[in-house]
């Protein structure tokens, strides 16, 4: 039985009417590192709830397989260097040429969706420092078998998903290695295809599938997901349709541990998320600054934050103050022969 199953209208706006005005216009946010990031403003989505943590192997075998197949690279010396299986290239494997190409948007709408700007807007939104990746020099890295990670959770549930999301994008970020992110409510094959033309790993936040999509069909786009971060807190039911397919589960409690007495602290969350995705060539100065950005991360006064899918309604929860800024590491000078 179909139960309120959305297809959305599309239609695609002549190149020359994506700069002519936006429906809900997006404006622009300071971001912790400085960059811009874009925010449209919008009420707030539909209210539910979500509970404890670890990689989980009841993934099913299809899913499983494919993202033991899918090499996501990491940063490592050896994957600069561009020594053989590594898993990373200087180059995309697809067509990804600038930040200001089909998938993005700007606040005037993207010609992939062939919408404007709105409060679920399903284009890309790269925040400063991820679009230094079209510079020389920068040292950014694409992967030589883009892989597909979601970001999952109930929608409302107070769980921390929107950390979650932003913990993944914030370690490829500080990785350098290329991670396209987006919002999309209703998952379809076309629309994941689709955004793994960029050649870059793809992150979606998402929410509930089951109003959205036939339990068959959604069955024939779970071989696409390499990853499903599922966002768990205690107290709160877990999505059951999403858990199934979890291959890691983050908790809140983690989450806002004070210390490791207290559970395994947000510093060691992005430690096990890094292993998890793969990511390498991380210091303890990079986990950080990851930490302290996840907390600095603005909250709009109103709308939402389309690069970091803050709404204005969240908060930051658990009593856990914010980390202090670590210095940054000074680079090693020449040996000396004493």
Same mark, same amino acid.
């Given at each position: ?8 209208? /599309? ?30 403003? &919008? ?10 943590? &670890? =990689? *989980? ?37 697809? =067509? ?20 404007? *700007?709105?409060?679920? *807007? ?8 991820? &679009? ?28 921390? =998903? ?46 509930? !599938? ?19 971060? /599922? ?37 060691? /969350? ?40 803050? !709404? ?25 022969? /004493?």
């Amino acid at each position: 039985m179909l139960a309120r199953l959305r297809i959305p209208s /599309v239609r695609l706006l002549p190149a020359a009417r994506l700069t002519i005005g936006v429906w809900l216009p997006c404006l622009t946010a300071t971001f912790a590192s400085s960059a811009p990031t874009q925010h449209c403003p &919008s009420g707030p989505l539909n209210a539910k709830s979500t509970v404890r943590h &670890s =990689s *989980c192997s009841s993934a099913p075998n299809a899913m499983a397989a494919n993202a033991a197949a899918t090499d996501m690279g990491s940063p490592s010396k050896k994957a600069r260097n561009m020594e053989p299986g590594t898993g990373l290239r200087p180059t995309s494997v697809g =067509s990804d040429e600038s930040a200001h190409g089909p998938f993005d948007c700007h606040g005037n709408g993207s010609v992939v969706t062939g919408r404007r *700007c709105h409060s679920e *807007c399903e284009a890309r939104h790269l925040d400063e420092a991820e &679009s230094k990746r079209f510079e020389d020099g920068t040292g950014f890295m694409y992967p030589e078998k883009p892989r597909i990670i979601i970001a999952a959770s109930r929608d409302m549930s107070r769980t921390a =998903s929107t950390w979650a999301y932003n913990a993944i994008r914030l370690l490829y970020r500080q990785a350098k290695v290329a991670c396209d992110s987006y919002w999309i409510r209703t998952l379809t094959k076309e629309k994941l295809e689709k955004r793994l033309e960029t050649g870059a790993n793809v992150l979606i936040k998402t929410h509930e !599938w089951t109003d959205m999509t036939r339990p068959e069909k959604f069955e024939k786009i779970t071989p696409l997901f390499s990853n499903v971060v /599922v966002s768990v807190r205690n107290g709160f039911d877990p999505d059951p349709d999403w858990i199934k397919y979890a291959t890691y589960q983050i908790h809140f409690e983690d989450i806002v541990a004070k210390t490791p007495a207290d559970g395994l602290t947000a510093v060691g /969350v992005l430690k096990e998320l890094a292993e998890h995705l793969g990511i390498e060539g991380l210091t303890e100065y990079d986990y950080k600054i990851v930490d302290y950005d996840l907390n600095t991360l603005p909250i709009p006064a109103y709308g939402v934050d389309q690069t970091t899918k803050h !709404w204005f309604f969240h908060a930051r929860r658990g009593g856990r103050a914010t980390p202090e800024k670590p210095e940054e590491p000074q680079a090693a000078g020449p040996d000396v022969e /004493v």
